[in-house]
């Protein structure tokens, strides 16, 4: 499956993104979705994730509470709506999509991966 990111922008610290994620190629209602992030010098980190019908979601403790993943089948589009940023949300966010029913936390366990989208929150 294709994954394309977006949303991305500069936001002031305390205001709210939405990312969106569009899937192409194959049927998105077999696949878990997740969200990661990766500031400059840092690994790869998870942030959310979600199993592949919605029942099950899982957040970093990071964003607990503050993000939310969701999914539409319909359009094949998992997005993460970010509320009350900080300046340590600061990253580029990566969408990210496997086949199977797991929602796993590490990066190596996804398969497919979008390219990618700048988040910024200013102080």
């Known amino acids: 499956v294709q994954l394309q990111a977006s949303g991305g922008g500069l936001v002031q610290a305390g205001g709210s993104l939405r990312l969106s994620c569009a899937a192409s190629g194959r049927t998105f209602t077999s696949f878990a979705t997740a969200w990661f992030r990766q500031a400059p010098g840092n690994e790869r980190d998870f942030v959310a994730g979600m199993n592949w019908n919605g029942g099950r979601t899982v957040y970093a403790d990071s964003v607990n509470g503050r993000f939310t993943i969701s999914r539409d089948n319909a359009k094949n589009t998992v997005y993460l709506q970010m509320n009350s940023l900080k300046p340590e949300d600061t990253a580029v966010y990566y969408c990210?999509?496997?086949?199977?029913?797991?929602?796993?936390?590490?990066?190596?366990?996804?398969?497919?991966w979008g390219q990618g989208t700048q988040v910024t929150v200013s102080s």
């Open positions: 990210a999509a496997e086949v199977g029913y797991a929602v796993p936390q590490r990066a190596s366990n996804w398969g497919s």
